[in-house]
């Protein structure tokens, strides 16, 4: 088994600690990003809203999840020998694909995976996008009340 990533949070409290920690850097990211695109100052007003900092966010939170990548049979061993129920994991692709990228989140007591074949980096990518929008975005949508 591979694990890739930085966050893994446990509670929901750390998992909302994580994220409001990221949001500086966005920030300084998409201020970078709109100063390499030369944006003068009427455009950059006119463009970095609110919501594209927060889509930085979100994507920059994402991209951070720890993701464990294996074959089939490591996963499903991995999870039969986990705290989670089978019943509770979400799993996206083919079930006759041979590697699996999964995250577990312990306080939403589910898994999402999903299957691959090829290419570790974008089943990695898109399982944290799937993670984030399934399971942490109602988290942080909650927090700010």
């Not at 100063?35 to 889509?55: C, G, H, L, N, S």
């Not at 994402?62 to 999870?79: G, K, S, Y």
């Amino acid at each position: 088994m591979e694990t890739r990533g930085v966050f893994a949070p446990t509670t929901r409290e750390e998992a909302i600690d994580r994220y409001e920690a990221v949001g500086p850097a966005a920030q300084v990211i998409v201020r970078e990003t709109a100063k390499a695109m030369e944006f003068d100052a009427d455009e950059y007003e006119e463009r970095v809203t609110p919501a594209v900092v927060e889509t930085a966010r979100d994507a920059a939170f994402a991209e951070l999840l720890v993701v464990h990548l294996a074959d089939r049979d490591e996963f499903d061993e991995w999870l039969a020998d986990s705290e989670f129920d089978p019943d509770d994991a979400v799993e996206l692709g083919s079930e006759h694909v041979d590697r699996v990228a999964w995250h577990p989140v312990p306080f939403a007591e589910t898994v999402v995976a999903t299957t691959f074949q090829d290419r570790p980096d974008a089943a990695a990518s898109t399982l944290r996008r799937n993670a984030f929008g399934r399971v942490y975005r109602d988290v942080f949508t909650d927090a700010d009340g």
